[in-house]
């Protein structure tokens, strides 16, 4: 139990365009989900906290009109890079966990690198 | 805020016992998490702390101390595969989780 699908995997995309990423919990509710970046050799940095049907959280430095997140519903959150540059290739990852429940470890969806040329 | 350090690099024989350690200090410490992640993938969970004192699961343990802020991961018979980065990460009481750097251990031959 406890899976998360991250969708696309990879995707390599023109340097002004947008790119979304689905993250979706395929056997649990997820009212809080979480989405992170992380550069070669380094550790994941929480960007923001998505939270279904309200605004999401977002941590310092974090552009949230660049980094558009949507939790319309239970089981999907989507991260929007908007008008993306080679800086923001990286390798995006989300996870979530059951509403029900706090002793489980979050769950990761399998991540997905962005290239942005 | 959080601060997290665990050691950059490790490296161990296969078939040994080896023991990273994570350190910590949080404004409010509800949960210690490790990970394992291999090269070009998304970490996976191996162990939840919240009270002190060692939590067992197969070749992997994980001990936590709350009034010392210290955690460490201990794995035992060490397979190549478990060549990866361990990641240990805390949970806030807002529920999000701060990742050390993680360790990259090398088991060999």
Redesign the interface.
């Known amino acids: 139990g406890a899976v998360v699908s991250?969708h696309p995997s990879w995707v390599i995309c023109k340097s002004g365009t947008s790119v979304k990423i689905e993250c979706r919990s395929l056997d649990f509710q997820a009212t809080?989900m979480?989405w992170y970046r992380q550069f070669p050799k380094?550790?994941?940095?929480?960007m923001a906290?998505s939270n279904e049907g309200s605004k999401a959280t977002y941590e310092q430095g974090v552009e949230k009109d660049k980094f558009l997140i949507n939790h319309a519903s239970l089981t999907l959150s989507t991260l929007t890079v908007t008008s993306a540059h080679p800086e923001d290739s990286s390798f995006y990852?989300c996870s979530a966990r059951p509403s029900m429940g706090?002793?489980?470890?979050?769950?990761?969806?399998?991540?997905t690198?962005l290239t942005v040329v | 805020g959080q601060n997290i350090d665990q050691p950059t690099e490790m490296t161990a024989t296969e078939g040994a016992i080896v023991q990273i350690n994570c350190t910590y200090q949080t404004s409010g410490f509800n949960?210690l998490?490790w990970?394992q992640q291999h090269a070009?993938?998304?970490?996976?969970?191996?162990?939840?702390n919240?009270l002190d004192g060692l939590e067992e699961k197969g070749r992997f343990s994980s001990f936590l101390s709350r009034s010392k802020g210290y955690s460490y991961l201990l794995l035992k018979e060490l397979q190549m595969k478990d060549s990866a980065s361990y990641?240990c990460a805390v949970r806030d009481r807002a529920?999000?989780?701060?990742?050390?750097?993680?360790t990259t251990l090398t088991v060999k031959p």
């Open positions: 991250q809080t979480f380094q550790s994941l940095m929480l906290t990852i706090v002793g489980f470890g979050y769950t990761f969806g399998s991540g690198r | 949960g998490f990970y070009g993938e998304a970490p996976t969970f191996l162990s939840y919240v990641l529920g999000k989780s701060t990742f050390g750097d993680g």
